[in-house]
């Protein structure tokens, strides 16, 4: 049964970006899980995924406009670096957690480290990059009722509720 909109499909993957990995799947015991056609992962490994089967490897070159989206100018914003004294060694190209106004928090790249102030980028870490994915499907089921009320997977089997 080819994989469609309204499937749970639980895969593995290895996203490389510029030649390096990035994060891999296949090293932890549990792969993704995700419901299909509800825009819960990048629409290019989305799109990739779809009309695929159960056992399937492949690769997938994503390209900015389907993954991340570009780079965008005016995303370097300096903050104060007291708002990063719960980071230990502050360095240009970490990826650090950026306390908001609002509440909650936003993932942001150091680019400069001054003397009481920082440099960072509010980019999504792989906006502007091609990302290379080789994946593997592992299993693929309808989703339950809950899942599709929710818009996400439940875990393997559907019964993974949340908080
Ligand atoms: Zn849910």
Do not use: C
Not at 13 to 30: A, H, I, P, T
Not at 93 to 109: N, S
């Amino acid at each position: 049964m080819p994989i469609a909109e309204n499937q749970v499909v639980s895969f593995h993957y290895r996203l490389n970006e510029g030649g390096r990995q990035v994060e891999s799947s296949f090293d932890r015991n549990e792969p993704l899980h995700v419901l299909i056609g509800h825009g819960n992962i990048i629409p290019g490994l989305e799109q990739a995924l779809v009309g695929r089967e159960v056992g399937d490897r492949f690769s997938v070159s994503v390209p900015p406009e389907l993954g991340y989206g570009p780079r965008q100018e005016g995303m370097v914003v300096r903050v104060p670096k007291k708002y990063f004294s719960h980071v230990p060694r502050l360095e240009a190209g970490m990826l650090v957690p950026l306390a908001l106004k609002g509440g909650g928090q936003e993932w942001v790249t150091v680019v400069k480290v001054g003397m009481t102030a920082v440099d960072v980028d509010r980019n999504p870490p792989m906006a502007g990059k091609i990302l290379d994915f080789e994946v593997e499907i592992l299993a693929a089921r309808e989703a339950s009722s809950e899942e599709m009320a929710h818009r996400h997977a439940h875990g393997a089997d559907g019964t993974h509720a949340h908080g």
